[in-house]
T-cell receptor, first 110, second 110 residues
Framework: GESVGLHLPTLSVQEGDNSIINCAYS??????FIWYKQESGKGPQFIID?????DKRQGQRVTVLLNKTVKHLSLQIAATQPGDSAVYFC?????????FGKGTKLSVKP | DTAVSQTPKYLVTQMGNDKSIKCEQN?????MYWYKQDSKKFLKIMFS???????INETVPNRFSPKSPDKAHLNLHINSLELGDSAVYFC?????????FGPGTRLTVL
C-alpha cells in the first residue's frame, strides 16, 4: 500500500553542523511533498514544501530535495541550532490528501 | 490571531463516556481535517471535510463522528470512549495542498 517512510528514527548533530533528514515514498502519483516540524506539546508546523515538477526548493536555512526517480525526499537544515530540536515529518500526496511518515527526532548537541 | 485552534487542550475521561473536541480556523480555508497521533508520534488522517461536506473518511470506528456546522468549524464527537482512543488529536485546515495544524488535544481515557 501507499507509504511514506523515514530512514532514521533519530538524528543527533552538533550545533552549527548541517542536518539531513531523509524520506522515501512509494506512490509515484504523489505530486506534492511537505516537511513539518513538531516540537514537544505542539502541533506540526509547516517548514517547506515542493511540487513534483521541481527537484529543489530553498527556504531560510532549509532546503528540500526531491528525487522522483528513486522516490526520495530530503530536508537539509543549515547551521543547525538548538531551537531546531524537534520531530520532523515528511508527507506526500495529491489533491489535498497527505500520507505522513513516521517522524525523525532531531537532537542538537551544544 | 491563532489560525487553527482546538478546545480543550487536555481531556481526561472515563471509559464509556461521550466527549467532543472543537476546532475552528480563521484562515478562510475550505478544507478541514482530523488526525490522530499515537504514542509513537504516527500521524494518521481520520476525516476530511470540504465546505462542510465529508470527502475523506478513513477506517475509523463509527463511534467517531465529525460535524461541520460551517466551513470554519469541524468538531469531533466520540461516543463510548475506549482505552485505545487515548492519543493526541489534531485538527488541520488547508486551501490547496498545504495543511496548517492546530495545537492538538491530548485525550486520556482511564
Amino acid at each position: 500500500g501507499e507509504s511514506v517512510g523515514l530512514h532514521l528514527p533519530t538524528l543527533s548533530v552538533q550545533e552549527g553542523d548541517n542536518s539531513i533528514i531523509n524520506c522515501a515514498y512509494s506512490n509515484s502519483a504523489s505530486d506534492y511533498f511537505i516537511w513539518y516540524k513538531q516540537e514537544s506539546g505542539k502541533g506540526p508546523q509547516f517548514i517547506i514544501d515542493i511540487r513534483s515538477n521541481m527537484d529543489k526548493r530553498q527556504g531560510q536555512r532549509v532546503t528540500v530535495l526531491l528525487n522522483k526517480t528513486v522516490k526520495h525526499l530530503s530536508l537539509q537544515i543549515a547551521a543547525t541550532q538548538p531551537g531546531d530540536s524537534a520531530v520532523y515529518f515528511c508527507a506526500g500526496g495529491s489533491q489535498g490528501n497527505l500520507i505522513f511518515g513516521k517522524g525523525t527526532k532531531l537532537s542538537v548537541k551544544p | 490571531d491563532t489560525a487553527v485552534s482546538q478546545t480543550p487542550k487536555y481531556l481526561v475521561t472515563q471509559m464509556g463516556n461521550d466527549k467532543s473536541i472543537k476546532c475552528e480556523q480563521n484562515l478562510g480555508h475550505d478544507t478541514m481535517y482530523w488526525y490522530k497521533q499515537d504514542s509513537k508520534k504516527f500521524l494518521k488522517i481520520m476525516f476530511s471535510y470540504n465546505n462542510k461536506e465529508l470527502i475523506i473518511n478513513e477506517t475509523v470506528p463509527n463511534r467517531f463522528s465529525p460535524k461541520s456546522p460551517d466551513k470554519a468549524h469541524l468538531n469531533l464527537h466520540i461516543n463510548s470512549l475506549e482505552l485505545g482512543d487515548s492519543a493526541v488529536y489534531f485538527c488541520a485546515s488547508s486551501e490547496l495542498d498545504t495543511q496548517y495544524f492546530g495545537p492538538g488535544t491530548r485525550l486520556t481515557v482511564l
